[in-house]
């Protein structure tokens, strides 16, 4: 059994900055797929990203911009048992619950572990 536990949500203004991480414990391992989610309020839950236990990253369709300008990033320690989520110029549209998930295949399966999701709030 894994347990994910996220961190780091909060309120901000539309510009700002937030650093989302998620500490796994139990039976996970670095070849785990790990990553970010969100549901925004009235919306299904979209991807952010996820990184494969190879390292390789997947990026959701509606933020991947902001990967590519640099805004959002995605990191995994060493070990494999924590994913963060870097967020820098964040817009009104990025209001959501954040849900870290974990699943032992591929990231490109069902997830089988999800954390409780942590609010992030960004006010015009």
């Known amino acids: 059994q894994v347990q994910l536990v996220e961190s780091g949500g909060g309120t901000v203004p539309v510009g700002g900055s937030l650093r989302l991480s998620c500490v796994a414990s139990g039976a996970i391992t670095s070849s785990y797929c790990m990553g970010w989610f969100r549901q925004a309020p009235g919306k299904e839950r979209e991807g952010v990203a996820q990184?494969?236990?190879?390292?390789?990253?997947?990026?959701?369709?509606?933020v991947k911009g902001r990967f590519l300008q640099g805004r959002f990033s995605i990191s995994r320690d060493k070990t494999g048992g924590a994913v963060y989520l870097k967020m820098d110029a964040l817009e009104t549209d990025d209001t959501a619950v954040y849900y870290c998930?974990?699943?032992?295949?591929?990231?490109?399966?069902?997830?089988?572990?999800w954390g409780q999701g942590t609010q992030v709030t960004v006010s015009s």
């Open positions: 998930a974990a699943d032992p295949g591929w990231c490109g399966g069902p997830y089988k572990y």
């Open positions: 990184i494969d236990g190879d390292g390789s990253v997947h990026y959701g369709d509606s």
